[in-house]
């Protein structure tokens, strides 16, 4: 068994990776090599890697468009996760899909999803199968607080509830659904109370502590697997940059954002880690393992080729 | 007269129409406070006040329905669907109510409300904010869809939508939301007519139709087609539907030949339906079969924008091809 310093390691480095990885990806934004949308998860990274630590390789993973980190711990590599972004015929998606559409079957990533909450009924749908099939894989779902409000969130809760499907709802709450703050997207500010109305298991908590997120996902994540019961969550999060690359965030102030970032996940790593004994240069060499490891990605997805016209029809059908 | 972009334009519709009626107001996503992704709305919160102007949670179908018993409540209510490709989890509502309200009341109620909505490609934003959906809506009897090509005829086009006793789908090419340029009357009213179509370049050989941004690739190209001694004819839609099917008459009466294009996919795109009005009213004149420049028939991608739409470079042949066939 590795002990919890060591994987409190490697769950680090997933957080930093993450984070490196997505301000490659903005500085290649702001030269053009990225286009239309990108939407960072920078902040947020306690969520993903704590909630996906709880996790089993037969599990399957559905996101939203923010969906670079899930991609990332799933085993999906850099390199392909960077190409995608640049377009390149290497890319997860064959450089068709970009930012929003990151998908790896080999790692039952089901996929990163433009439409928000469109997403929540077809996690549902695969934990059906799951639990058809009988082969013990339990679906996470990620979503913001934005699609709470939306019907097919609601379809999603009411039907998994009803047919008892083995599903963990992950509303990551972030506080804003791009410029308009919770208060004025729901009439309650605690959004776990959504399972209520359909006799859901619940459970709310910040992810700031990545361990204590793995342990509270762990236990909804057995009991969809033993008893075929699914879970709402809300994990209350922050995201330090704006909604995407092209939104300024003129909406928070800057007091609110270093407020937030003293909750920040990758800090309170950094500080745990430390009092398990962890030196300096541990983590100096896990950075710098992250940072060549970025580097070389982005130098990948420069260099890899753009897909070309006979692309353009040929997934289509089949 | 002041130089204004089309984002400029219809917001300053959008304040006219407000000024002068109390009934109006605006909703959506963001449409507030921030004034929308792209600014359209911007101020006019400061201006109008948030119980005319107000944010939404993000509930597409909410919103439109909540709008339909606003409209039969008097209100008339402009509801912003941030892109045209997040419309779909209201298509039931615009389908099932909005469309078919004056009918199946006998008259008696009408879901009278322009829904705004960014419209097309050209950002690079793949999948799920590039998409050109009009037909969908075209095909939906009782709505009536818009999509201006330049700021002077977004705003007039506005307010005339805003006019009209029935629903309009009015779509707003997000390509040319700050690249076109024009001198628009700042806070006059004025109006462009519905279902009026307009030649935008007089022409003998082929006529040429397109709306929205493709207009500009429509013009391009039959600017090339010149160099090459072949005189088209270009017409801007303004309105799809109803459809200005006089004005494309005429023109092919004088050209025989003919070239629409649009960015939505090809089958059961909007070109469809024109090639078969125009096979219906003008085909003792054809000397060619009219042809298509579309988008594909497949997702919109992310790589591979630029060879999906339908852009000058493509027009061109088909032109050259209809004019010597
Ligand atoms: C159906 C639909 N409506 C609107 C949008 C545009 N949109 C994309 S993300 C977003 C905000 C979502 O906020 P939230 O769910 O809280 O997630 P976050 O972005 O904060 O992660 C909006 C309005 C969309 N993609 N799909």
Redesign the pocket.
Same mark, same amino acid.
């Given at each position: 068994m590795q002990d919890e310093r060591d994987v409190l390691l490697g769950l680090y480095r997933q957080m930093v990776l993450i984070r490196r990885f997505e301000e490659a990806a903005a500085k290649a934004y702001s030269q053009g090599k990225i286009g239309g949308f990108l939407?960072l998860y920078i902040g947020q990274e306690g969520c993903a890697v704590g909630a996906l630590a709880a996790l089993e390789k037969r599990d399957y993973v559905v996101t939203?468009?923010?969906d670079h980190a899930q991609a990332l711990i799933r085993g999906t590599s850099a390199r392909a996760c960077m190409a995608e972004l640049f377009g390149k015929v290497t890319g997860c998606s064959k450089g068709l899909g970009g930012s929003m559409h990151f998908f790896d079957a080999d790692n039952h990533m089901l996929g990163g999803y433009? =439409?928000? %909450? %469109?997403h929540v009924p077809i996690a549902a749908g695969a934990a059906f199968a799951s639990k058809y099939r009988g082969d013990g894989a339990v679906a996470v779902c990620f979503?913001?607080? %934005?699609?709470?409000t =939306?019907g097919a969130f609601s379809e999603a809760l009411g039907l998994a509830a009803l047919w008892k499907l083995p599903i963990v709802f992950i509303c990551? /709450? /972030?506080e804003?659904?791009?410029g308009t703050p919770l208060e004025r997207s729901l009439a309650v500010a605690d959004v776990s109370q959504k399972a209520v109305s359909v006799g859901m298991e619940r459970d709310r908590f910040r992810c700031t502590d990545v361990l204590e997120v793995r342990d509270r996902v762990a236990v909804a994540v057995k009991r969809a697997r033993e008893k075929n019961e699914p879970t709402l969550i809300e994990a209350l999060t922050y995201?330090y940059r704006g909604?995407s690359m092209s939104d300024p965030g003129k909406y928070r102030t800057q007091d609110e954002i270093d407020e937030r970032k003293k909750l920040d996940p990758i800090l309170h790593a950094e500080g745990a880690l430390r009092a398990k004994g962890v030196s300096d240069d541990e983590l100096a060499k896990v950075n710098a393992s992250v940072e060549a490891e970025v580097e070389d990605c982005v130098k990948f997805a420069d260099e890899s080729a753009e897909p070309d016209e006979s692309l353009i029809e040929a997934f289509n059908y089949a | 007269m002041t130089q204004m972009n089309m984002v400029k334009a219809i917001n300053d519709a959008l304040r006219v129409a407000m000024r002068q009626d109390s009934r109006v107001v605006v909703l959506g996503? $963001?449409v507030g406070k921030v004034g929308g992704v792209f600014r359209v709305t911007e101020g006019l919160i400061n201006e109008f006040g948030a119980e005319r102007v107000f944010d939404t949670p993000?509930s597409?179908g909410g919103i439109i329905g909540t709008a339909v018993g606003m409209a039969l409540y008097g209100l008339i209510p402009v509801p912003e669907i941030?892109?045209a $490709?997040?419309i779909f989890?209201a298509f039931d509502q615009i389908v099932s109510e909005v469309a078919k309200f004056r009918y199946r009341s006998g008259g008696e109620y009408t879901s009278k409300m322009v829904i705004r909505t960014p419209v097309g490609g050209g950002i690079r934003g793949g999948h799920?904010h590039s998409q050109s959906p009009e037909a969908y809506f075209i095909h939906t009897p009782g709505l009536k869809v818009v999509c201006p090509s330049n700021p002077y005829d977004a705003k007039g086009l506005l307010l005339a939508s805003l006019r009209d006793p029935d629903p309009v789908l009015f779509f707003e090419p997000k390509r040319i939301y700050r690249a076109a340029r024009a001198d628009v009357p700042e806070g006059e009213d004025y109006t462009v007519p519905l279902s009026v179509a307009k030649v935008v370049r007089p022409g003998n050989q082929v006529t040429v139709i397109a709306w929205g941004a493709m207009l500009y690739e429509a013009i391009e190209a039959s600017n090339k087609a010149a160099e090459a001694g072949i005189d088209c004819e270009v017409i801007d839609l303004r309105t799809i539907w109803p459809v200005d099917i006089d004005t494309i008459v005429n023109s092919v009466k004088k050209t025989g030949r003919v070239v629409v294009v649009h960015e939505a996919p090809k089958s059961c795109g909007f070109g469809a339906e024109l090639v078969s009005l125009i096979n219906e009213k003008a085909f003792d004149y054809l000397e060619a079969p009219p042809t298509r420049v579309t988008g594909w028939d497949t997702p919109f991608p992310y790589t591979l924008e630029m060879d999906y739409l339908p852009l000058a470079g493509r027009i061109l042949p088909a032109i050259q091809s209809v004019a010597k066939y």
């Open positions: 939407h939203t468009y923010r433009g =439409i928000v %909450g %469109g979503f913001g607080e %934005g699609s709470a =939306i990551e /709450n /972030n804003y659904s791009m995201r909604h | 996503e $963001d993000l597409e941030q892109f $490709d997040f989890p799920y």
